[in-house]
């Protein structure tokens, strides 16, 4: 899927929703473990791990967009869904260095 990606453009695209939100004020929420979110993470970003997001709605519905990551993309897929389902714009920025990278260009 990454060929995929990088020959039709999806990647790009990704990337540049990304930029765009970033420029939009959006929070960044790394749903990673506490001890993970210790070893590295975009700047910015807070850690709200996956069993903690009903609690923390309020807080993410004053965003102008959340912007989702953790390890690999799946834990921030799971969660995107439940925003989604909360009316809250989300997106799905995937492995956390990928926030970094769009901060950075």
């Excluded at 959006?26 to 970003?45: C, K, L, Q, T």
């Excluded at 690999?72 to 956390?96: D, F, H, K, M, T």
Aim: proline share 5%; hydrophobic share 40%.
């Amino acid at each position: 899927m990454g060929l995929f990606s990088a020959l039709f453009g999806g990647s790009n695209k990704k990337s540049e929703a990304l930029q765009a939100a970033l420029n939009n004020g959006a929070m960044i929420v790394d749903v990673r473990s506490p001890a993970e979110f210790a070893s590295g993470h975009a700047p910015g970003s807070i850690n709200i791990p996956t069993g903690q997001f009903q609690s923390k709605l309020a807080k993410m519905k004053k965003a102008p967009s959340v912007i989702l990551c953790c390890r690999s993309g799946a834990r921030a897929g799971s969660v995107q869904g439940l925003l989604s389902g909360a009316g809250i714009e989300s997106i799905n920025a995937g492995p956390w260095q990928n926030v970094v990278k769009a901060q950075k260009g």
